[in-house]
């Protein structure tokens, strides 16, 4: 009995397939990037308002630098709680994330390494779990976080505002 060879996947699609992997997980890459750099402007300005108001404190009043300085260290808050990794818990390890692979040992890393890359069923499937674990996890936590810090920062602001021209409306 004669048995068909395998036939190899055409180049084309697989490099199709490899270049869409590459490039989304490049993207979120990035977006992870861009987080960091905009939890890292919030921390900077929220530090600038707090440390201006406290050095100003003799001239506002009290609801005033309470408002300011409160939504200034929320939003610094949610800035380091965005900056801070999460804890990698899962059952799977992950090839691409140190904190998933740092319990082996680089023996079983190497070999869990070399079958992940030598297969290329087991690397797309690493690749996808890589991107969705970035996008569902990382990056829905990272960019919640900077959103309340900009709330905070921004209702603070507002309200500060309110609250000096309030006290010192004439009466």
Do not use: C
Not at 43 to 52: D, N, Y
Not at 85 to 91: A, G, I, S, Y
Not at 158 to 167: G, N, Q
């Amino acid at each position: 009995m004669k048995t068909k060879p395998l036939q190899e996947e055409p180049l084309i699609p697989r490099l199709l397939a490899t270049n869409a992997l590459r490039a989304n997980l490049s993207k979120h890459m990035d977006l992870n990037k861009m987080a960091d750099s905009k939890a890292s402007m919030i921390m900077t300005a929220s530090s600038l308002i707090i440390t201006i108001t406290l050095t100003q404190y003799d001239k506002l009043n009290l609801i005033t630098i309470l408002l300011l300085a409160g939504s200034g260290i929320l939003a610094v808050i949610f800035s380091i709680l965005a900056i801070i990794p999460p804890l990698h818990v899962t059952d799977h390890t992950n090839l691409f994330y140190f904190r998933s692979f740092s319990d082996l040992s680089e023996d079983e890393f190497k070999s869990q390494f070399l079958a992940t890359i030598t297969d290329r069923e087991k690397l797309y499937n690493a690749y996808l779990h890589e991107i969705y674990y970035l996008g569902k996890h990382r990056l829905t936590r990272k960019y919640g976080l900077i959103r309340n810090g900009l709330w905070s920062l921004l209702v603070g602001l507002l309200s500060a505002t309110v609250s000096a021209i309030w006290v010192n409306l004439p009466i």
